[in-house]
Nanobody
Framework: VQLQASGGGLVQAGGSLRLSCAAS????????MGWYRQAPGNQRELVAG???????NYADSVKGRFTISRDNAKNTVYLQMNSLKPEDTGVYHC?????????????WGQGTLVTVSS
């Protein structure tokens, strides 16, 4: 499984960015895709996730500002980030996970850097 992420960049506080991540390879049709971020000196944290059935979950810090969505036909997940804050700065990593034969598989894309200036 390969994940290709895109869409990071530099934006001023209050601005918006949209991240995309396309998955390819042998993927279970039942899976969860999501975005994690890691700020300098911090651990990687979940930002948002979405199941193949469309159930979403968000970190409290991004609720109301970020929206995660997916296109199952394209195995692609999107993260629309609005009202960005400097504390949203970090490397955003795309994740896809699924269970096959009672074992969980996690796959990661390359990170994409998001920098929010104040």
């Amino acid at each position: 499984v390969q994940l290709q992420a895109s869409g990071g960049g530099l934006v001023q506080a209050g601005g918006s960015l949209r991240l995309s991540c396309a998955a390819s390879g042998s993927i279970s049709s039942i899976n969860t895709m999501g975005w994690y971020r890691q700020a300098p000196g911090n651990q990687r944290e979940l930002v948002a996730g979405i199941t193949s059935a469309g159930t979403t979950n968000y970190a409290d810090s991004v609720k109301g500002r970020f929206t995660i969505s997916r296109d199952n036909a394209k195995n692609t997940v999107y993260l629309q980030m609005n009202s960005l804050k400097p504390e949203d700065t970090g490397v955003y990593h795309c994740n896809l996970n699924f269970v096959r034969l009672f074992r969980r598989y996690d796959h990661w894309g390359q990170g994409t850097l998001v920098t929010v200036s104040s």
